[in-house]
């Protein structure tokens, strides 16, 4: 992924959110037919320090059958995002210098991809992904709430797989290139919006405006191990 420096995101704390809050990945290998892209939703795991991507697919996608285990996958993440208008920045009204562009937060995660046969393992990643989902509310489904046996019978059909992540890298572009008054301009236009990935965006701006030059680093990506 090409990132500039002014927006490259190396806290892992940050790119873990972004993978927990969006989970809904796209899963991009090369398989014996080509290059392939998936839409996985997975969950994010720890083990030893080291982070893995969680998640399974139908039986009936061939993908298990024509990627080799271990190959070497990308996941992306996408986060809040949207459409900036020049509108917002107030050296527009005074020059007219200036074109729409599109804010966004990105994050790229690639590692080794492994598939899972073990019905016990692939109960238990969909029970985990169904409880961040359903949350705590009074009334969330659970898997326990369907029959056993439907349970049982539909584990066969589904393919658990599981990510060693090996780098993360991540991309936050909010508006860091613009002089501070334009950043204004874009919080404030972006914050009388009902649309919430607008809101959204607004407040990462801020945050990355209040953070300066700190925010950021040289290193590109981080390796896990």
Same mark, same amino acid.
């Given at each position: ?34 290059? #392939?892209?998936? &839409? ?15 998640? &399974? ?10 990627? #080799? ?23 527009? *009204? ?21 598939? /899972? ?41 589904? /393919? ?10 991540? *991309? ?11 950043? *204004?301009?874009?919080? /404030? ?5 009902? #649309? ?24 590109? &990506?981080?390796?896990?191990?």
């Amino acid at each position: 992924m090409y990132t500039p420096k002014k927006f490259n995101q190396t806290d892992i704390g940050k790119l873990k959110g972004i993978m927990v809050d969006y989970p809904f990945a796209t899963l991009v290998a090369f398989s014996k037919s080509g290059l #392939d892209a998936h &839409h996985i939703p997975l969950l994010v795991s720890e083990r030893k320090g080291a982070i893995f991507l969680q998640g &399974h697919i139908a039986k009936a996608n061939p993908l298990w059958k024509e990627l #080799d285990d271990r190959s070497n996958v990308l996941a992306v993440f996408s986060g809040p995002n949207c459409y900036i208008s020049p509108n917002h920045y107030p050296t527009k *009204q005074e020059t007219g210098k200036a074109v729409p562009t599109w804010n966004y937060v990105s994050v790229h995660a690639k590692g080794i991809l492994s598939f /899972v046969q073990d019905k016990e393992w692939i109960y238990e990643i969909i029970d985990k992904l169904t409880i961040q989902h359903e949350g705590t509310s009074e009334g969330a489904w659970s898997i326990s709430d369907a029959p056993e046996s439907y349970i049982q019978r539909m584990l066969p059909a589904i /393919v658990g797989l599981e990510i060693e992540v090996t780098s993360l890298s991540g *991309q936050w572009k909010l508006s860091q290139n613009q002089p501070e008054r334009n950043r *204004q301009g874009v919080m /404030v236009g972006l914050s009388e919006s009902n #649309d919430t990935d607008k809101m959204k965006v607004g407040e990462l701006v801020e945050a990355a405006s209040n953070e300066g030059a700190d925010y950021y680093s040289d290193k590109r &990506h981080n390796d896990i191990s």
